[in-house]
């Protein structure tokens, strides 16, 4: 086999103009069919020129090209458009610049027609898989109250370097109930990182009763120890950010002081619903107005404006016994499996997507703006063009005015300034805010049919059906398989290959236990089923071993938390009524 060859290329003369440069190529779309460095593909080139124009490819060739920001890509970008969270307007992008001719550094390195395979053993994938998974069991009592969860299972798997998503998971300590949620970052982690940290705070404030928030009051004023608000169910790689804990804790305490003065003190029901939506709110308030303030400390002063200058959606549920409410900014999605009397498995969605897809989001967008800014308040089913999600938290530009934005970015560090993201203003950009915070609030009811609730980033619903989650999540749970005849979708099936997905069938009753954690199990599912809906080793170690570069090229971050409830205390709740 021919050595790949390696030229120098200063040392090379200019292609003759006879010679065609190469044709654009599409990059595979993220389905559970897509292709990947199989035997068809002789080498990884069909990959690489796309990725060159696109500056995927920078921090490897990194002579070739140059790009002021990753979130920034040159226009126009040969990627899809819905594979990118932010998309930039190409007047208003950071150009990438070659330093040389690109044809130089195409031609300057030739690979070998021979396929490669690049492998990993079952347990490095497991490795992998199972690197960021967490499992909580709830106890039967907990001292006030039988609770209606089981436990929960969580995991995530990156795509991005460093990965953008965000989870989190606290039981209520003063109040009844659990909270749970995901958080999905965009143009950076910032925003995803201090929402997941803080937001549960402001959740639990706002269901404190007056009473509560005087004596946590009083006890900062005396300098007495605080009143535990939240027992947190981390693993060790979610971290917080001891730097900013002053801050956090200032600005929280501002708002509970103000739920104080709001609060005559009567004993009243507090609506879980607007608990929510005002923390939401408040938060997203507060993220904008530490960014506005700045710091005298540099470090906090660039990590804040860092938090407001990227974005991040959320969706949360608060469980408190047979209460359900999903708060969802985003498109992020929960959805519930229910158990039919036949033993199967029902999907049913408790949260809407905020985007193009959801008319009333667009309705809503078009009322919230003049008129003659319809047709440019949602381009290419992005907003401005640019931002695929309609609400979410940070994101400063899309809210603030161009004078604030300019004022904040001159009086800040260097780094923000240097940084081209912030710099460039939306095209269109007239009437702000174009974006919010304020969640959409679903409550639902649980009933003993309700098994289970999966809480997901768009990583994963970009590559499954809801209907096969709730299935894959449901037989791994019960350890029973509703059987139902092959679909082999069209496919030339030879008879071998069929008796093969027999024999997978019978073998799945044993390899369901293959993964202790249901998130990491459906990962699993997400990232190596084949066309057949079947887990295929070689496609999920191919899928696993893509590096930095190319991961995102095939799917997004995917963070999962499956939520199990315990249906005989769901039983009783009703039995009680």
């Given at each position: 086999m021919e050595r790949p060859r390696r030229a120098c290329p200063r040392s090379r003369s200019p292609p003759p103009r006879a010679v065609v440069p190469p044709r654009r190529q599409g990059i595979p779309v993220r389905t559970s069919s897509l292709p990947l460095f199989s035997d068809a593909m002789p080498a990884p080139t069909q990959l690489f020129f796309p990725l060159f124009r696109n500056c995927e490819l920078s921090r490897i060739y990194g002579t070739a090209c140059y790009c002021h920001h990753k979130h920034l890509c040159c226009s126009p970008p040969y990627i899809p458009q819905n594979r990118l969270r932010y998309t930039p307007h190409p007047a208003y992008a950071t150009f990438c610049r070659p330093r040389e001719n690109w044809w130089q550094y195409t031609q300057g390195r030739r690979?070998?027609?021979?396929?490669?395979?690049?492998?990993?053993?079952?347990?490095?994938?497991?490795?992998?898989?199972?690197?960021?998974?967490?499992?909580?069991?709830?106890?039967?009592?907990?001292?006030?109250?039988?609770?209606?969860?089981?436990?929960?299972?969580?995991?995530?798997?990156?795509?991005?370097?460093?990965?953008?998503?965000?989870?989190?998971?606290?039981?209520?300590?003063?109040?009844?109930?659990?909270?749970?949620?995901?958080?999905?970052?965009?143009?950076?982690?910032?925003?995803?990182?201090?929402?997941?940290?803080?937001?549960?705070?402001?959740?639990?404030?706002?269901?404190?009763?007056?009473?509560?928030?005087?004596?946590?009051?009083?006890?900062?004023?005396?300098?007495?120890?605080?009143?535990?608000?939240?027992?947190?169910?981390?693993?060790?790689?979610?971290?917080?950010?001891?730097?900013?804990?002053?801050?956090?804790?200032?600005?929280?305490?501002?708002?509970?002081?103000?739920?104080?003065?709001?609060?005559?003190?009567?004993?009243?029901?507090?609506?879980?619903?607007?608990?929510?939506?005002?923390?939401?709110?408040?938060?997203?308030?507060?993220?904008?107005?530490?960014?506005?303030?700045?710091?005298?400390?540099?470090?906090l002063n660039y990590l804040v404006l860092r938090v407001a200058f990227s974005g991040a959606t959320a969706c949360v549920a608060h469980v408190d016994g047979v209460d359900l409410h999903v708060a969802n900014t985003g498109d992020s999605r929960a959805m519930l499996g229910v158990q039919e009397e036949d033993g199967s498995w029902s999907a049913v969605t408790l949260s809407n997507d905020h985007n193009a897809q959801n008319e009333r989001e667009l309705e809503r967008l078009k009322l919230e703006h003049p008129k003659n800014e319809a047709k440019s308040v949602v381009k290419q089913d992005r907003l401005l063009g640019l931002l695929m999600p309609f609400r979410a938290f940070g994101d400063v530009k899309f809210k603030w005015s161009i004078d604030l934005q300019k004022r904040v970015i001159e009086s800040g560090p260097d780094q923000l300034n240097d940084n081209e993201y912030t710099k460039f203003i939306p095209p269109n950009y007239h009437t702000p805010p174009y974006l919010t915070a304020e969640p959409e609030v679903t409550y639902h009811r649980l009933r003993p049919q309700d098994k289970f609730l999966v809480l997901a980033t768009d990583g994963l619903w970009e590559t499954m059906h809801r209907q096969d989650v709730v299935r894959i999540v449901g037989e791994y749970l019960t350890g029973m398989h509703h059987q139902q005849p092959i679909a082999v979708g069209g496919y030339k099936v030879t008879l071998g290959q069929m008796h093969g997905l027999l024999t997978e069938r019978r073998a799945k009753m044993s390899s369901v236990f293959e993964d202790q954690n249901a998130a990491t199990h459906l990962i699993r599912h997400a990232v190596g089923n084949n066309e057949f809906g079947a887990v295929d080793h070689e496609r999920l170690s191919k899928m696993l071993s893509l590096p930095e570069e190319l991961a995102r090229m095939y799917r997004d971050d995917i963070t999962i938390i499956v939520v199990q409830f315990n249906s005989h205390v769901v039983g009783a709740y009703q039995n009680q009524e």
């Open positions: 690979y070998a027609s021979t396929p490669q395979k690049f492998y990993l053993t079952p347990p490095q994938v497991n490795s992998i898989l199972k690197a960021n998974e967490y499992s909580f069991k709830v106890p039967e009592f907990d001292g006030k109250n039988v609770s209606s969860i089981l436990g929960f299972d969580s995991n995530q798997l990156p795509a991005n370097a460093p990965i953008e998503d965000r989870r989190s998971a606290a039981t209520c300590l003063q109040t009844r109930g659990m909270l749970l949620g995901v958080f999905d970052g965009h143009a950076g982690c910032a925003c995803s990182q201090a929402v997941s940290e803080r937001l549960f705070y402001y959740i639990a404030v706002s269901l404190l009763p007056h009473e509560t928030l005087l004596e946590i009051e009083n006890a900062v004023e005396s300098g007495r120890a605080l009143l535990p608000i939240l027992q947190w169910h981390k693993h060790p790689n979610d971290y917080f950010s001891k730097e900013a804990s002053k801050l956090y804790f200032n600005s929280l305490r501002t708002y509970w002081q103000e739920l104080i003065d709001l609060n005559t003190g009567e004993s009243a029901d507090i609506d879980v619903k607007e608990a929510l939506i005002n923390a939401f709110k408040r938060l997203d308030n507060d993220i904008s107005l530490e960014a506005q303030v700045g710091d005298p400390n540099s470090f």
